[in-house]
């Protein structure tokens, strides 16, 4: 199986696990507009392989937002976040792998291998 153009794996830094069942969505920029262009929520293990293929993701700027609010009430926790949103560049045939390390009160990002 080839390796997916876009990725991303959310770990809970608060309880030391992957933050399974959040809702994310990923939007492309057109003009000084988003659109959605797909949503889904993280495994188990706090993984999502987008499906798409190096021809069906052309370059662009991309945003993924993460429903932090909502995961955390599941548990009983507030946030001071929402959601976090992560803007990012693609160029043509790059891998993207876009990790979040969250908390209810802090988060970061990188990009990934």
């Not at 876009?6 to 003009?31: I, M, N, Q, W």
Request: hydrophobic fraction near 30%; glycine fraction near 8%.
């Amino acid at each position: 199986m080839s390796r997916p153009i876009l990725s991303t794996h959310v770990l809970d830094t608060s309880t030391g696990t992957p933050a399974g069942g959040l809702f994310v969505e990923l939007l492309k920029k057109r003009d000084d507009t988003w659109t959605l262009w797909h949503n889904t929520v993280t495994t188990c293990d706090g993984r999502i392989q987008f499906p798409f293929s190096k021809e069906s993701m052309a370059p662009g700027t991309y945003k993924l937002k993460f429903n932090i609010e909502d995961y955390y009430k599941k548990s009983g926790k507030t946030t001071l976040y929402p959601y976090v949103e992560i803007v990012f560049n693609t160029t043509e045939g790059a891998h993207y792998h876009i990790p979040l390390l969250l908390s209810p009160y802090g988060y970061t990002t990188y990009r990934g291998s």
